[in-house]
Nanobody, 123 residues
């Protein structure tokens, strides 16, 4: 299975973007899918996660109320809707999968990652 993340771009502060993570060569079943951000020189940080079967959602405190994670089983895709973006959201965003029932905040719990998509928020 390969994951492909897309949807990044340049947006002004207060704007919105939607990231997509598509699984090819397989499905997300029965995994949990997480979105992480990684700024240059920093560790990969948990943003949001969703159980593919359960639909359970988890968010980092920094994005609660602004970001929403969802899944489309027919399209084999997980989305991250990012609203009210801030300059500090600028980062490369990665999607990954974990067999854990709940999304894990440690990137070490994820076995496959997409290639990352760059989000740049300007002031």
């Amino acid at each position: 299975v390969q994951l492909q993340a897309s949807g990044g771009g340049l947006v002004q502060a207060g704007g919105s973007l939607t990231l997509s993570c598509v699984a090819s060569g397989g499905t997300f079943n029965p995994y949990t899918v997480g979105w992480f951000s990684q700024a240059p020189g920093k560790e990969r940080e948990f943003i949001a996660g969703i159980g593919w079967n359960s639909g359970n959602r988890q968010y980092a405190e920094s994005v609660k109320g602004r970001f929403a994670i969802s899944r489309d089983k027919a399209e084999n895709t997980v989305y991250l809707q990012m609203d009210r973006l801030k300059t500090e959201d600028t980062s490369i965003y990665y999607c990954g999968r974990t067999l854990n029932y709940w999304a894990q905040r440690s990137p070490r719990e994820y076995d496959i990652w997409g290639q990352g998509t760059l989000v740049t928020v300007s002031s």
